[in-house]
T-cell receptor, first 116, second 111 residues
Framework: DAGVIQSPRHEVTEMGQEVTLRCKPI?????LFWYRQTMMRGLELLIY????????DSGMPEDRFSAKMPNASFSTLKIQPSEPRDSAVYFC??????????????FGAGSRLTVL | GQSLEQPSEVTAVEGAIVQINCTYQ??????LSWYQQHDGGAPTFLSY????GLEETGRFSSFLSRSDSYGYLLLQELQMKDSASYFC????????????FGKGTHLIIQP
């Protein structure tokens, strides 16, 4: 398996522009998570899906952020309009219900976003 | 509220043993996980404790005390490649929810 695949790996954009981050989870994983990592706030859960359905989006910071999962193999995180404070590494992770009860997340390599 | 506390930085010597502590606060608790992240990399799963006690996986062990809301990660026979950040995390909603992560402990290993 190729693991969780994210694109783009790096994105530099100007304030006000739309940003779309993409994620392909591991085949067979029921859960997909979007995290944001910054030095100040650490790893923050933004939203997660179960079987393509959004379950908890309470971590999405503002209405400028939206996420979709149109099918089991693809998800997007969109920021419109982007602001400098959105600069961070955005990770996508997927998992399946652990038989031991553990929720083992497999993370993608991340998308490093810089908003100028 | 929900929170995890861990030291921001720990320094140890190659070949030694180091313990990274984690205390947590949450209304619901289903186990404590540990993840490792190298600079510029993605977090990777290390271990999980659902019950009190010690779980051992090679050079790494993890401990949990639910009554004390406390756990630790123990790394033995430290190698330079163990230099990384280590995060404790919990799922507070049935194990299938997204994990809440601590701020991470940066482990520095000196030769």
């Amino acid at each position: 398996d190729a693991g969780v695949i994210q694109s783009p790996r790096h994105e530099v954009t100007e304030m006000g522009q739309e940003v779309t981050l993409r994620c392909k989870p591991i085949s067979g994983h029921d859960y997909l998570f979007w995290y944001r990592q910054t030095m100040m706030r650490g790893l923050e859960l933004l939203i997660y899906f179960n079987n393509n359905v959004p379950i908890d989006d309470s971590g999405m910071p503002e209405d400028r952020f939206s996420a979709k999962m149109p099918n089991a193999s693809f998800s997007t995180l969109k920021i419109q309009p982007s602001e400098p404070r959105d600069s961070a590494v955005y990770f996508c992770a997927s998992s399946r219900q652990g038989h031991s009860g553990a929720n083992v997340l497999t993370f993608g390599a991340g998308s490093r976003l810089t908003v100028l | 509220g929900q929170s995890l506390e861990q030291p921001s930085e720990v320094t140890a010597v190659e070949g030694a043993i180091v313990q990274i502590n984690c205390t947590y606060q949450t209304s619901g608790f289903y186990g404590l996980s540990w993840y490792q992240q190298h600079d510029g990399g993605a977090p990777t799963f290390l271990s999980y404790n659902a019950l009190d006690g010690l779980e051992e996986t090679g050079r790494f062990s993890s401990f949990l005390s639910r009554s004390d809301s406390y756990g630790y990660l123990l790394l033995q026979e430290l190698q330079m490649k163990d230099s990384a950040s280590y995060f404790c995390a919990f799922a507070s909603g049935g194990g299938a929810d997204g994990l809440t992560f601590g701020k991470g402990t940066h482990l520095i290993i000196q030769p």
